[in-house]
């Protein structure tokens, strides 16, 4: 349960506020969420992360050096505004184009279409690249429908990287779209997650279940099942991302294992214990896996595995170093220069209201 909070409906601002205020010297905040701390010396694509609060360090903590030129920030599992969009684009935007990248739900595909619309019509090059990596949520003739959930991040990573190294709109969102195709992921909750204030978790499972599938909002799963051994769970994970390898994968991963808001890191080392031997019979090599808390929901208590199938493109592009408040790997440059936005950050206008949580785009929310 949340336990630390003042007025509930005021909780997604005020996280966002102390965040920026913890690490104003990478970021800062502007009305609808926040944006790195100084502007690039020539132009660069934008890629800008979004979607609701609770989910982090997704969106905001993967802004920096080599990953997200910022993040649109919605109310707790809430899509952002489309003027929350329309905000931080400008904020960001710096003469290369912006591309929106967000997980596949309702409101996230229309309210960054909105301002994608608007963008467009003062002539400011604009894309948007959805992620679809959740296998539970949809068929493979139907992966189009799939929601985004730890996948996310990979995609972030790409996308990211590719900008940092001067790829053009196109091209930064061809390498998206490429490592959203090339990435599957199945997650399992062990408890739902509690709103702050709320006297009840969004969701709740049987003594002694597993919800195989959930989504990151509480979505319907696969099946309810019981609560498995780390061996058992990990055979599971394995064997379900694997059922989906790409044709023309080749032998080198990426690999996720994330935690989903209370699952400890001693549990997810010993669950890589299983998983981390599957794929490597399988022929796989894992080219620097991640093992934490990467996408989370809230105080969910819940897993994902992940599996990126690289090649020449992607792999530089995932292991290229980067410097962000949550996330750091190799030596990234840090941002400075006559450009840089160094006064103290003022305060945004305040979030949209918590609403229920949003289904993906083509899935109707459940009873």
Same mark, same amino acid.
């Given at each position: 349960?949340?336990?630390?909070?003042?007025?509930?409906?005021?909780?997604?601002?005020?996280?966002?506020?102390?965040?920026?205020?913890?690490?104003?010297?990478?970021?800062? %905040?502007?009305?609808?969420?926040?944006?790195?701390?100084?502007?690039?010396?020539?132009?660069? @694509?934008?890629?800008?992360?979004?979607?609701?609060?609770?989910?982090?360090?997704?969106?905001?903590?993967?802004?920096?050096?080599?990953?997200?030129?910022?993040?649109?920030?919605?109310?707790?599992?809430?899509?952002?505004?489309? %003027? %929350? &969009?329309?905000?931080?684009?400008?904020?960001?935007?710096?003469?290369?184009?912006?591309?929106?990248?967000?997980?596949?739900?309702?409101?996230?595909?229309?309210?960054?279409?909105?301002?994608?619309?608007?963008?467009?019509? =003062?002539?400011?090059?604009?894309?948007?690249?959805?992620?679809?990596?959740?296998?539970?949520?949809?068929?493979?003739?139907?992966?189009?429908?799939?929601?985004?959930?730890?996948?996310?991040?990979?995609?972030?990573?790409?996308?990211?990287? #590719?900008?940092?190294?001067?790829?053009?709109?196109?091209?930064? @969102?061809?390498?998206?779209?490429?490592?959203?195709?090339?990435?599957?992921?199945?997650?399992? #909750?062990?408890?739902?997650?509690?709103?702050?204030? &709320?006297?009840?978790?969004?969701?709740?499972?049987?003594?002694?279940?597993?919800?195989?599938?959930?989504?990151?909002?509480?979505?319907?799963?696969?099946?309810?099942?019981?609560?498995?051994?780390?061996?058992?769970?990990?055979?599971?994970?394995?064997?379900?991302?694997?059922?989906?390898?790409?044709?023309?994968?080749?032998?080198?991963?990426?690999?996720?294992?994330?935690?989903?808001?209370?699952?400890?890191?001693? =549990?997810?080392?010993?669950?890589?214990?299983?998983?981390?031997?599957?794929?490597?019979? #399988?022929?796989?090599?894992?080219?620097?896996? =991640?093992?934490?808390?990467?996408?989370?929901?809230?105080?969910?208590?819940? @897993?994902?595995?992940?599996?990126?199938?690289?090649?020449? =493109?992607?792999?530089?592009?995932? @292991?290229?170093? #980067?410097?962000?408040?949550?996330?750091?790997?190799?030596?990234?440059?840090?941002?400075?220069?006559?450009?840089?936005?160094?006064?103290?950050?003022?305060?945004?206008?305040?979030?949209?209201?918590?609403?229920?949580?949003?289904?993906?785009?083509?899935? %109707?929310?459940?009873?």
């Amino acid at each position: 349960m949340t336990k630390i909070f003042n007025d509930p409906s005021d909780f997604a601002e005020e996280a966002l506020a102390g965040f920026c205020d913890v690490h104003s010297d990478l970021v800062r %905040q502007v009305p609808g969420g926040a944006v790195r701390r100084f502007r690039p010396a020539k132009p660069k @694509v934008a890629v800008l992360a979004g979607g609701g609060s609770g989910h982090y360090p997704a969106f905001a903590g993967v802004i920096g050096a080599g990953f997200a030129d910022g993040a649109v920030v919605g109310n707790i599992f809430t899509s952002p505004s489309a %003027q %929350q &969009a329309y905000s931080v684009a400008k904020a960001a935007e710096s003469g290369a184009g912006v591309v929106f990248t967000y997980g596949n739900y309702a409101g996230d595909v229309m309210n960054f279409g909105m301002a994608s619309e608007r963008l467009a019509a =003062e002539g400011i090059a604009v894309e948007n690249v959805l992620v679809t990596d959740d296998i539970a949520s949809a068929p493979p003739s139907e992966s189009a429908k799939r929601r985004g959930i730890a996948g996310d991040f990979t995609v972030f990573k790409v996308m990211g990287a #590719a900008a940092e190294n001067g790829a053009d709109l196109a091209e930064v @969102v061809r390498l998206g779209r490429k490592a959203n195709e090339r990435t599957r992921t199945i997650g399992s #909750a062990f408890a739902g997650c509690t709103f702050p204030g &709320a006297d009840a978790p969004l969701f709740t499972l049987p003594a002694g279940q597993m919800g195989l599938g959930l989504g990151i909002h509480g979505e319907p799963g696969l099946h309810d099942t019981h609560l498995p051994s780390a061996k058992e769970l990990g055979r599971e994970l394995v064997a379900r991302v694997l059922s989906e390898t790409p044709p023309d994968a080749a032998s080198r991963i990426a690999v996720i294992l994330n935690g989903l808001g209370s699952t400890k890191h001693e =549990e997810l080392f010993v669950l890589w214990g299983t998983v981390a031997p599957l794929l490597r019979a #399988a022929g796989y090599t894992l080219v620097m896996p =991640e093992v934490g808390e990467l996408v989370t929901s809230l105080d969910m208590a819940g @897993v994902s595995l992940t599996v990126t199938w690289l090649d020449e =493109e992607l792999e530089p592009l995932w @292991v290229a170093p #980067a410097e962000t408040p949550a996330y750091r790997r190799g030596s990234a440059a840090r941002e400075t220069g006559a450009r840089g936005v160094r006064k103290r950050p003022t305060a945004a206008r305040p979030l949209l209201r918590s609403l229920p949580p949003h289904p993906p785009a083509g899935m %109707q929310r459940p009873a």
